[in-house]
């Protein structure tokens, strides 16, 4: 028969397991959403920047890109200009942006377009044309979403502070 220590250290181990698999799930289900015109520059510049420093922070936020009035392809540059940095389109043909994608996210961010569905959304308006400058607008998009993850890391560690 198993003493109370013992059983105290299963039922110890099974809540703190139990715990890290529901902060994986809700890390897993979480959404960030960015939606630009033509959702071919800037929203997928913005994804693709949100997930790789969200990865390296160790986030389980994952970010997707949308437009209002989808171009039929990525914009060419903006492919090249994020290969050169490592980093990969989410997809390169732009996708139209639903009512279902701007429930599904935990934030939305527009940048310098409006949402044809009611919805909160932060605007980053101040985004270079990437066609015309890419760097520019990488110094931009960065600037932004590090404040955001940074903003997201603080919100959880209160959350985890709270429980």
Do not use: E, Y
């Given at each position: 028969m198993l003493s109370q220590r013992c059983?105290?250290?299963?039922?110890?181990?099974?809540?703190?397991?139990?715990?890290?698999?529901?902060?994986?799930?809700?890390?897993?289900?979480?959404?960030?959403l960015f939606v630009c015109e033509h959702g071919a520059a800037k929203s997928v510049m913005a994804a693709a920047h949100f997930n790789k420093l969200a990865k390296e922070r160790g986030l389980g936020i994952r970010a997707m890109s949308r437009g209002t009035n989808p171009d039929p392809a990525v914009?060419?540059?903006?492919?090249?200009?994020?290969?050169a940095e490592g980093l990969t389109a989410i997809s390169r043909k732009p996708q139209l942006l639903s009512e279902q994608d701007v429930s599904d996210a935990q934030r939305v961010i527009t940048l310098g377009c409006k949402l044809p569905h009611k919805a909160e959304a932060a605007?980053?308006?101040?985004?270079?044309?990437p066609n015309e400058d890419y760097a520019a607008a990488t110094r931009v998009i960065r600037r932004h979403v590090e404040a955001l993850l940074d903003e997201v890391s603080v919100a959880r560690g209160n959350a985890a502070k709270a429980k």
């Open positions: 059983l105290f250290a299963l039922f110890a181990g099974l809540l703190l397991t139990l715990s890290a698999l529901a902060q994986g799930a809700s890390d897993a289900n979480s959404k960030v914009s060419p540059k903006v492919i090249a200009g994020l290969r605007d980053w308006n101040d985004i270079p044309s």
